[in-house]
């Protein structure tokens, strides 16, 4: 274990330097008060240790669970035992999200328990579909596309208003603690499947429960006739570091409880008790601790340091050129992608899911260019006042027709990507600058900033499927070997 802590300290110091940097910088040329930047500063040495802490403790811990979980579950052979427990765990996991609240918080006109109530539901009834679908070995992109067919039915009656919003919403699919559990849960039942041919179903889980809470903002839309008033507050006020620490320790500690509950249950009734001796359990609980002190200094981090100074970056960015702004917006995209805590986990699991045919680099690269694309786009938006639709609708029928030619694994490790990287450091840092330079810019600067979370959501997807493509059609042409070195040595 203190190898991988080791590791992952390096891995994490490399990635968080040059968003520092550039702070720093820009907060000289920017003249930004000193106590703001002690406080960035004092956040980002909670960040570093937290996710540390994080990724660290969901490698011993959230894996285990989540494998465990699953296999007891087969063992079982009852259907409806499995797609109960999915139900739950889809349910509970989300309502508990600690990002989940803060996204809820944006909606007015839909009562706040029915919101989270709603949405949380959604995911449980995609979890239940998902491994519906493992099981059942039916075609990953069949479910897909059919999930986002209905969702485009459903957009020409929705107000538009509700629709950035829908899609935002679904990033909580693949938060700090769902993520790593679910892809674990998920390849379980893809490992231990019958067929050897049903490991290429290990992929596409998160990107089926993503569906979900899209779906059912677009149907509460219709019943409750919501208008979404996006306000500042908690995005710009969350900054008291003890009401902060404690909130968030409380909400990871309620998020991680179903889990561990479940566990434990599963764990009692289980056949095969001996072979879960006290040395594994003991590792389990200590990732669990790992998991709820990493988790609530990040994002206590997030909280304190890291949103007030992307508003007040975003609010001196008029005083440069627009063309500056979009560079620096990129550049901060592509940098602030490598710390967020769940696309590390996905990233070490397609690695060794797909035994380093495709590298951790060649992948984090990819999506790190896709976020920064998003975030270009964004402010090209947002500083020209054009409408988000007008970049959601022709970007996501462009996700969906790609989706029939990209090959399978790369489609839902694309669509996967998706969620973890709108995650806590995009909500934290790069959601709160674009706020700051819509404010300069628009009166309607809080509803124009928003909508960026359904960007980064699905420019990253697009840039994998292309890449998919690519690999595909030099399959095609070359020797199959050569193709996967060159994957392998891709740097």
């Known amino acids: 274990m203190y190898k991988s802590v080791v590791d992952n300290f390096k891995k994490v110091i490399y990635s968080i330097l040059p968003i520092i ?171 231990n499947s019958k067929s ?34 996006y306000d500042s507050d908690p995005i710009l006020k969350r900054l008291d570091f003890l009401s902060s620490l404690w909130m968030n320790f409380y909400q990871v500690l309620m998020s991680l409880s179903p889990l561990v509950l479940l566990y434990f249950l599963f764990l009692k009734f289980d056949n095969n008790k001996k072979t879960k001796n006290k040395k594994e359990l003991k590792k389990i609980i200590t990732g669990l601790t790992m998991i709820l002190v990493g988790i609530t200094l990040f994002l ?83 500083l020209n006042g054009i409408d988000v639709m007008y970049f959601l609708i022709p970007t996501y029928f462009l996700a969906i027709f790609l989706a029939f030619l990209t090959p399978t694994n790369f489609l839902a490790i694309a669509f996967d990507a998706s969620g973890v990287v709108a995650g806590s450091m995009t909500s934290s840092f790069l959601l709160p600058m674009l706020i700051g330079v819509a404010s300069v810019i628009q009166i309607n600067y809080l509803k124009e900033a928003f909508g960026v979370l359904s960007l980064i959501s699905i420019i990253p997807v697009i840039i994998l499927e292309i890449v998919g493509l690519i690999y595909q059609i030099e399959v095609n042409s070359y020797d199959t070997k050569n193709i996967d070195d060159a994957i392998i040595d891709y740097r």
């Open 300 to 382: 206590t981090g997030g909280d304190v340091g890291y949103f007030k100074i992307g508003y007040m970056l975003g609010t001196n960015f008029h005083n440069i050129n627009h063309l500056l702004i979009i560079i620096i917006g990129g550049v901060f995209g592509y940098f602030i992608t490598k710390i967020e805590p769940s696309l590390k986990v996905l990233i070490n699991y397609v690695n060794d899911v797909t035994n380093g045919s495709i590298k951790d680099k060649f992948l984090e690269k990819f999506l790190c260019i896709g976020v920064s694309l998003s975030v270009i786009l964004s402010l090209l938006r947002v």
């Open 196 to 229: 050897k041919k049903d490991k290429k179903n290990e992929f596409g889980i998160l990107s089926i429960c993503g569906i979900g809470p899209i779906l059912m903002i677009l149907l509460l839309g219709f019943i409750f006739k919501p208008d979404i008033i």
């Open 21 to 191: 940097s550039l702070v720093l910088i820009l907060s000289l040329i920017f003249k930004i008060e000193v106590n703001t930047v002690i406080r960035f500063l004092s956040s980002s040495i909670m960040v570093v240790f937290g996710l540390v802490l994080f990724t660290t403790g969901s490698e011993i811990s959230l894996n285990i669970i989540g494998e465990q979980t699953s296999k007891i579950l087969i063992k079982k052979k009852k259907l409806w035992l499995i797609l109960l427990t999915c139900l739950f765990l889809g349910t509970f996991i989300t309502i508990l999200e600690p990002e989940f609240l803060t996204i809820s918080q944006e909606a007015r006109g839909i009562p706040l328990g029915v919101l989270l109530f709603s949405v949380s539901l959604g995911i449980g009834i995609c979890l239940m579909l998902a491994i519906y679908r493992i099981l059942k070995r039916i075609d990953f992109k069949y479910l897909l596309i059919s999930g986002y067919l209905l969702i485009f039915l459903l957009l020409m009656f929705s107000k538009f208003n509700v629709i950035p919003f829908a899609f935002d919403m679904s990033s909580v699919t693949a938060g700090t603690i769902s993520a790593p559990f679910l892809l674990a849960f998920g390849g379980s039942f893809a490992n």
